[in-house]
Nanobody, 126 residues
Framework: QVQLVESGGGLVQAGGSLELSCAAS????????MGWFRQNPGKEREFVAA????????YYHDSVKGRFTVSRDKAKNTVSLQMNSLKPGDTAVYYC???????????????????WGQGTQVTVSS
């Protein structure tokens, strides 16, 4: 059974930094990709960043480019999201997600992801 467990969320002041981690268990991800999404109450879950397991190719939403960095550790089966220069607008529950093949579609879409973590709250105060 595949499990994704996020950690690292919390409360931070605007301009600060947080690093989220997502630990995957139940299978080894040698292919496919991992994505980070975020969601606020009453709003749709939105894409933040993604990284492919094999090549490490990264993708970012325009709103986080230059501030967030996604990385993966294949040996540890973990993915991280380093978030710098945080803004109040970054406040949300952050989810990691896994898709087992890079050919399943658009990494920006929640539809292609097969596994999801439980989410971790990030709150940025002004």
């Amino acid at each position: 059974q595949v499990q994704l467990v996020e950690s690292g969320g919390g409360l931070v002041q605007a301009g600060g930094s947080l690093e989220l981690s997502c630990a995957a268990s139940g299978r080894t991800f040698n292919s496919g990709a991992m994505g980070w999404f975020r969601q606020n109450p009453g709003k749709e879950r939105e894409f933040v960043a993604a990284i492919t397991w094999s090549s490490g190719t990264t993708y970012y939403h325009d709103s986080v480019k230059g501030r967030f960095t996604v990385s993966r550790d294949k040996a540890k089966n973990t993915v991280s999201l380093q978030m710098n220069s945080l803004k109040p607008g970054d406040t949300a529950v952050y989810y990691c997600a896994a898709v087992t093949s890079i050919y399943k579609g658009n990494f920006f879409s929640t539809q292609i992801y097969e596994y999801w973590g439980q989410g971790t709250q990030v709150t940025v105060s002004s």
